[in-house]
């Protein structure tokens, strides 16, 4: 059964950095778009980063350019989020998104909560 995980979560001081890691099993990872979304407590789920497949490809929220970077690496299927200098407002649970190239699969993970507070 498909599946992807996130891992790399937690506290961090305004003007730290994180990095997410998400990692896909039970898939052919290469023929999926990742992508990293968030969602605050009582907003709506928002995109914050894409990659295409091959990693030539990347597409940021207004919010997060300059600031996150996405990247992956296809030989352990697994798809990274830089996060630096962070603010208060990317306090959110982060949600790993694997979406199939040729057809309407999709998955998600389970959602890592990243804290940004003094």
């Known amino acids: 059964q498909a599946r992807v995980v996130e891992s790399g979560g937690g506290l961090v001081q305004p003007g730290g950095s994180l990095r997410l890691s998400c990692t896909a099993s039970g898939l052919t990872f290469g023929l999926y778009t990742m992508n990293w979304y968030r969602q605050a407590p009582g907003q709506a789920r928002e995109l914050v980063a894409t990659i295409a497949t091959t990693g030539d490809s990347s597409a940021y929220a207004d919010s997060v350019k300059g600031r996150f970077t996405i990247s992956r690496d296809n030989a352990k299927s697994t798809v990274y989020l830089q996060m630096n200098s962070l603010k208060p407002e990317d306090t959110a649970v982060y949600y790993c998104?694997?979406?199939?190239?040729?057809?309407?699969?999709?998955?998600w993970g389970q959602g890592t909560q990243v804290t940004v507070s003094s």
């Open positions: 998104n694997a979406r199939y190239t040729r057809g309407v699969l999709e998955y």
